[in-house]
Every structure is written in C-alpha cells, then in structure tokens.
C-alpha cells in the first residue's frame, strides 16, 4: 500500500479495497471534508446483501468506535498527514488499517462520512455469519493485546476462509 502511495502523485490519498464501491458522488464528498478542515476519514458501508444481520452489521459503521472501522470503509488522508504520521507499516499484513486509524486519530480529527461503500458479502456468502463476525472479533482482541502478526494471520486463516491469506 505504501508502495501504491510512493507512485501516487496527488496531495490527497484514496485507499478503496477492490471488494467496496464508493459512492459516485466521492470526489465532492471528499472535497467537502478537505473544506471542513478534516484531513482524513472514511465512509460507513452497506453489504451488496439485503440479509437482515449484515444490516445490523452496517449500521454499526455510523459510530467513531475503532471496532466500527476498516479498510472495507475506504479512507481518505492527505498526503501531509499520511507522511507525518509514516503511512501503514510495511511489516503488517493484518490490521494495517486499524494501526492507520489510530494513528490518524492521534493527530488529526476524523471524519465519517455520512454516506455509504458498497462492500461485497462474499466474505459472508463463503463462511458462516457468525464464523466470520468470530473471527473478526478474535483478531481484533490479538491485535490490541500485541499479538505478532503471524499469530493473527493464522489465527484468521484457521477461522475462516480468505482468498487474502
């Protein structure tokens, strides 16, 4: 990802996983932001599924929680700021996007966009609802008790199955 940003020539940076649609109307929703003062930030999201707990799932992104927040969301920084804070690690090939956040969120307001990413349900379609909100929810409690990043990456590999891993 670092490497993506390293051939990027814009001040304004726009990571977008290639399983989430943003909203079409994302060039101004991001210059609104930009204007308002907020220098990076995401969107809430809605699964490509009208499965009643993904729902529930999708509702829970409208709140400043770092559980509510992920890559899948999309997330805008400025350049300035991705380099001030030194970017994603290079040596994280798991919650990358959490270790972001939360350095963002030591510097900087971070803005939810009251819009929704489409976000594919495959994840969901290929394991079971639970084995994945089981599995999502093991790594995340790795992650903030310091677990090695070869840890979670089996540990997740062992849960469920991700084209990713």
Same mark, same amino acid.
């Given at each position: 990802?670092?490497?993506?940003?390293?051939?990027?020539?814009?001040?304004?940076?726009?990571v977008?996983?290639?399983?989430?649609?943003?909203?079409?109307?994302?060039?101004?929703?991001?210059?609104?932001?930009?204007?308002?003062?907020?220098r990076a930030?995401?969107? @809430?999201?809605?699964?490509?599924?009208? @499965?009643?707990?993904? $729902? =529930?799932?999708?509702?829970?992104?409208?709140?400043?929680? #770092?559980?509510?927040?992920g890559?899948?969301?999309?997330?805008? #920084?400025?350049?300035?700021?991705?380099?001030?804070?030194?970017?994603?690690?290079?040596?994280?090939?798991?919650?990358?996007?959490y270790d972001?956040?939360?350095?963002i969120?030591?510097?900087?307001h971070? $803005? #939810?966009?009251?819009?929704?990413?489409?976000?594919?349900a @495959?994840?969901?379609?290929?394991?079971q609802?639970? $084995?994945?909100?089981?599995?999502?929810?093991?790594?995340?409690m790795?992650?903030?008790?310091? =677990?090695?990043?070869q840890?979670?990456?089996?540990?997740y590999?062992?849960?469920?199955?991700?084209? $990713?891993?």
């Amino acid at each position: 990802m670092n490497m993506g940003v390293q051939h990027s020539s814009g001040d304004l940076l726009y990571v977008v996983h290639a399983d989430s649609f943003p909203p079409t109307t994302y060039l101004e929703d991001l210059s609104v932001a930009l204007k308002n003062g907020y220098r990076a930030g995401c969107y @809430r999201f809605r699964f490509d599924s009208d @499965r009643f707990l993904l $729902k =529930a799932n999708s509702w829970f992104t409208r709140f400043d929680r #770092i559980m509510c927040r992920g890559g899948d969301q999309t997330l805008f #920084i400025t350049r300035n700021l991705f380099e001030k804070i030194v970017g994603f690690r290079d040596d994280f090939m798991i919650m990358e996007d959490y270790d972001l956040i939360q350095k963002i969120q030591r510097e900087a307001h971070f $803005k #939810i966009i009251p819009k929704d990413v489409v976000l594919s349900a @495959r994840k969901y379609d290929e394991n079971q609802y639970l $084995k994945v909100n089981f599995a999502n929810l093991v790594v995340f409690m790795m992650y903030f008790s310091g =677990a090695r990043q070869q840890t979670m990456v089996s540990a997740y590999k062992n849960l469920i199955y991700h084209p $990713k891993f």
